[in-house]
């Protein structure tokens, strides 16, 4: 959905800018050709397009209908061209702008829409032909120079379709590897999230990348306020005898320094102050040779420390009950 809007977006801009230089170019000219060159029919010809443009553009601030505010800009376009054809512009050289609009044509409307309009251009252009050989019209351009332009407009018509089609076919190859990529990222931090362990990725400077659902839970810190920040700065860390480790003492700046794996055991100080016994198994991203990062995971092992000192109460508390009688039986002996 957010790539849609985006393309929708781009194309709306693309649009508003064609617009604004069609627009430009034609009043500019008009006022030039009325003003300059004496030319008043061809200069109220081309403010009379200019404010075509205008209209159009002001249908589209309306109605956001890019598809049909680009259609009605090339058609513009090819009837200036007409005009352009039939008067021969400044100086007979009218007829070069017509390798503008292959260009608008194709990235306006697309390759195949480009294909049809080019078609209609030519199409338009031999119909001049036709009636300035019945001698309904009269153009200052030869039959030569005409055929001359056809053949350069086909020529530059092939090379921009080809241009689009490889264009087109790239963006939709970007399209699908941002989509595949998009699916694998949601499976891996699914996959993540359901991992029992604590799990949390830094990059070169121990900024959270990820953390998963466990992590949450046992650190109290919620992605938001984790994602973005130093982990040793914000995750306090205790030592063996209970002392504060340093932040560059800490087993995660150790493999950000060097390629190494760790592991060890540390106390881990939540969010809200309390403390749980963790052990902690890292591992730094190297690629080629480099260290990019660094990978965590711990788990609370609480639960498993109480279960080693009831053992060894349990231990205890058998070996003296053990121990009794048989220090009586060797006194009574």
């Known amino acids: 959905m957010v790539a849609r809007n985006r393309l929708v977006a781009d194309r709306l801009n693309v649009t508003n800018v064609y617009s604004l230089l069609a627009l430009l170019s034609l009043v500019v000219f008009g006022v030039l050709h009325i003003v300059a060159e ?7 010809l081309e403010i009379a397009g200019g404010l075509t443009v205008a209209l159009n553009l002001a249908v589209l601030r309306l109605t956001h209908n890019v598809t049909l505010a680009r259609n009605n800009l090339v058609l513009i376009i090819l009837a200036m ?3 352009m054809l039939a008067t021969g512009g400044t100086a007979r050289t009218g007829i070069f702008w017509f390798f503008v609009f292959p260009v608008s044509a194709f990235f306006l409307t697309g390759k195949k829409a480009g294909l049809w309009w080019v078609a209609c251009l030519v ?7 036709l009636l300035q050989h019945a001698a309904v019209i ?5 039959v030569l120079e005409v055929r001359q332009l056809l053949a ?7 090379c921009i379709y080809v241009y689009q089609q490889s264009r087109e076919k790239l963006a939709l190859e970007t399209q699908e590897s941002e989509q595949v990529s998009k699916e694998e990222k949601i499976k891996a931090e699914t996959i993540v999230d359901n991992i029992d362990e604590g799990v949390v990725a830094v990059d070169q400077s121990g900024r959270v990348k990820l953390m998963n659902e466990a992590a949450e839970t046992m650190l109290g810190w919620k992605r938001a306020g984790l994602v973005g920040q130093k982990f040793v700065d914000t995750v306090s860390m205790l030592d063996a005898h209970g002392n504060p480790i340093g932040t ?10 060097q390629p190494r794996i760790v592991y060890e055991g540390v106390t881990y100080v ?3 102050g309390s403390k749980f016994p963790a052990v ?10 480099k260290v990019h990062g660094a990978i965590i995971a711990f788990r609370d092992i609480t639960r498993e420390q109480a279960v080693d000192r009831t053992k060894s109460e349990f231990v205890t508390l058998a070996s003296h009950q053990l121990r009794t009688p048989i220090s009586a039986i060797a006194w009574v002996s």
């Open 38 to 44: 004496h030319n008043p029919l061809l200069g109220y």
């Open 270 to 272: 939540r969010k809200d």
């Open 152 to 158: 350069s407009l086909l020529v530059v018509s092939i």
């Open 248 to 257: 560059e003492e800490g087993p995660l700046q150790h493999i950000l320094q």
């Open 81 to 83: 061209l007409l005009v």
């Open 280 to 289: 902690i198994s890292g591992r730094s991203v190297v690629v080629n040779g």
């Open 123 to 129: 199409a338009a252009v031999l119909g001049v032909l």
């Open 138 to 142: 009269g153009i200052p351009y030869s």
